[in-house]
């Protein structure tokens, strides 16, 4: 009898302190990360790929790229060097990525919204215009609308469709133009058109000048990002002798690396900072 209650009064205690309110979830850093990863994946249009597929990614690319040095150099540090720049590698293809689909849905954005205040104009709805854009827009938006004109049909609510596509899209434009299609279908009015035909005609100005201004500092950036990698490549081409290459397994050689990288991830950073145009925030997700 007095272990029986001794067990009720334990499970008692446990309830009553699992049932306290708890302490909120501190975010973690890891989080943050994690979902910047994300969103970068998303904006570069790669689907079906997650982070922890990511990270893999750039272990296997670190990994093989460590060994193919050792192979080449038999020195270790050399090898460390190049597995780190490789475990970057597919971040920086995603990033390149990302700024290839922004530019493009930016150069064709335009068009989109004239179709979009055509259909407005000629008396259809707004979802009407919306979905009609899945097969006059341009190749690169449809197969977003598509999933839209789908998702309309099965639930018939347009707020939900809309935050549903504007994370689909994940572009400031298209952030702009669905907040102008809920609010158009919330309070009503007649000048959408007309606020659609501006945002085109702004949007096609913008394109302009941040093509002249990608143009003209086009050389610059190229040729600071040979200045960078000129070196690594002449250090790669001195595996041929051994003997120049062992002295950076020692304490010294290994420490002129870690210099050499540092410098040279410094003045790469501040060379993407100096030279990058400003990107539009998406200051309207929800």
């Not at 690319?61 to 597919?90: D, H, K, Q, S």
């Not at 341009?138 to 197969?143: K, S």
């Not at 939900?160 to 809920?182: N, S, W, Y």
Request: charged share 20%; with cysteine.
């Amino acid at each position: 009898m007095g272990a029986l209650l001794g067990l009720l009064l334990g499970v008692g205690l446990l309830l009553i302190w699992r049932s306290g309110p708890r302490a909120p979830r501190r975010t973690s850093h890891r989080s943050g990360w994690v979902r910047r990863q994300d969103r970068l994946l998303h904006q570069a249009g790669v689907d079906g790929v997650g982070v922890a597929q990511l990270v893999a990614a750039q272990v296997g690319c670190a990994v093989l790229a460590m060994l193919v040095v050792l192979l080449l150099t038999r020195t270790v540090a050399v090898a460390v060097c190049f597995g780190l720049f490789a475990f970057a590698t597919p971040v920086v293809l995603l990033r390149r990525m990302r700024r290839r689909r922004l530019g493009s849905l930016r150069d064709v954005w335009p068009e989109a919204i004239d179709n979009l205040a055509s259909a407005v104009r000629a008396g259809m709805s707004l979802p009407e215009g919306l979905a009609a854009l899945a097969v006059r827009g341009p190749a690169e938006l449809r197969p977003a609308f598509a999933r839209f004109a789908a998702a309309y049909r099965a639930s018939g609510r347009l707020g939900d469709c809309l935050d549903t596509l504007a994370a689909d899209l994940a572009d400031p434009v298209g952030d702009r133009v669905c907040e102008t299609m809920r609010m158009a279908h919330e309070v009503g009015g007649s000048d959408v058109g007309s606020v659609l035909r501006t945002l085109s005609e702004l949007l096609r100005s913008d394109a302009r000048t941040r093509a002249e201004l990608e143009t003209r500092q086009g050389w610059i950036v190229n040729a600071a990002r040979l200045a960078v990698a000129a070196p690594w490549a002449v250090l790669l081409l001195l595996g041929t002798r051994s003997t120049t290459l062992r002295a950076y397994d020692s304490g010294g050689g290994a420490t002129l690396l870690v210099i050499g990288a540092a410098v040279c991830l410094v003045a790469y950073r501040l060379m993407l900072r100096i030279g990058r145009l400003p990107d539009e925030p998406r200051v309207l997700t929800r």
